[in-house]
C-alpha cells in the first residue's frame, strides 16, 4: 500500500508546555516499499510511526493510507481500517500473558469479527509462516524473546496487512536472535507484497533495506 504525508506537525502539551514532536514532514512511500527510518533519541520517529499507523492523529496536515484519506474516519471507522490494514511490531511486543500463542496470534481476526474457525485456521498459518507452530500452545511467558518477537510477527500478518510498522523490532534481542527476526521481517515482505516502514537505531539493519531516511529534531533531514 502507498503511503503519502502533507506537511504533519504533532505538538503534545504537556503541563501547558508545547512539545513540537514533528515539524513538517513530507513523504511518499510507494506500494511495496521498504524503509528504514534512523535518527537519534527523541527525534520524532516513533511520534511518525504512530501517526503512519493511524494510532495518533497529526496535530496539522494530512495522510492518505493508500487511496484513504486518514483524517476523513471516524475514530470508529479508523480502528477497523487501522485492524484491516495495517500490521504493528514494537519492540514491547504486547502479547496477553493469559493466552496462548495461537490464541494471541487470532486477536485481529476476532477484533474484526470473523468466525472462530476462520481465525484457529488462520492463526495457523501464519505460525507456521514464522515457524512457531510447535509453540503454539505456550503462553508469551514460556517461551524466549525471539520467539515472542515471532508471535507478534505473525499477529501482525493475521489480517494480511498491505502496511507494516515496526518499532525497534530487534531492540531488545541479542545480536544472533535479531538477525533471524531480521531474516523473517524481510523475508515476509517480500512474500506478503507488504510495504514495511521500520524504526531502528541499528545501523546493520537499516542498511539491509532497499531505502533509509533520517530524522532529526522532527523533520525529515535526509
Ligand atoms: N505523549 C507525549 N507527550 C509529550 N511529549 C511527547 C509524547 N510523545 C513523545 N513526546 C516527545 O516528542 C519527542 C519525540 O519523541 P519520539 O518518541 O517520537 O522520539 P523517538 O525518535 O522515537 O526516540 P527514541 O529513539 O528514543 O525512541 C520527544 O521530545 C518526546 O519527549
Ligand atoms: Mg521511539
Redesign the pocket.
Known amino acids: 500500500m502507498s503511503v503519502r504525508l502533507r506537511d504533519i506537525h504533532?505538538v503534545?502539551?504537556?503541563d501547558k508546555q508545547k512539545?513540537?514532536?514533528?515539524k513538517g514532514v513530507n513523504l511518499n512511500f510507494s506500494q511495496g516499499s521498504q524503509v528504514a527510518i534512523t535518527?537519534?533519541?527523541?527525534?520524532?520517529?516513533?511520534?511518525?510511526?504512530?501517526i503512519l499507523g493511524t494510532l495518533e492523529r497529526p496535530s496539522q496536515g494530512s495522510l492518505f493510507v493508500g487511496q484513504q484519506d486518514v483524517s476523513s474516519l471516524s475514530d470508529l471507522e479508523l480502528s477497523g481500517f487501522r485492524n484491516k490494514n495495517i500490521g504493528f511490531v514494537f519492540q514491547m511486543n504486547n502479547l496477553l500473558s493469559e493466552f496462548s500463542a495461537l490464541e494471541n496470534v487470532m486477536i485481529p481476526g476476532l477484533i474484526g469479527k470473523l468466525s472462530t474457525k476462520h481465525c484457529l485456521d488462520r492463526a495457523w498459518v501464519v505460525l507456521k509462516a514464522v515457524g512457531l507452530e510447535f509453540r503454539a500452545k505456550h503462553r508469551p511467558g514460556e517461551l524466549s524473546g525471539g520467539e515472542q518477537q515471532r508471535v507478534a510477527i505473525a499477529r501482525a500478518l493475521f489480517m494480511s496487512p498491505k502496511l507494516l510498522l515496526a518499532?525497534?523490532p530487534t531492540g531488545n534481542l541479542d545480536k544472533k536472535t535479531s538477525l533471524v527476526i531480521q531474516d523473517l521481517l524481510l523475508k515476509l515482505c517480500d512474500e506478503y507484497k507488504m510495504t514495511m516502514l521500520l524504526?531502528t537505531?541499528d545501523i546493520d539493519l537499516a542498511k539491509r533495506l532497499p531505502k533509509q531516511i533520517l530524522?532529526e529534531d522532527?523533520r525529515i533531514i535526509n
Not at 19 to 22: F, G, K, T
Not at 39 to 50: D, E, N, P, V, Y
Request: glycine content about 16%; proline content about 0%.
Open positions: 504533532k503534545f502539551l504537556l512539545v513540537s514532536a514533528l535518527g537519534r533519541s527523541g527525534a520524532g520517529k516513533s511520534t511518525l510511526l504512530h518499532d525497534e524504526v537505531h530524522m522532527g
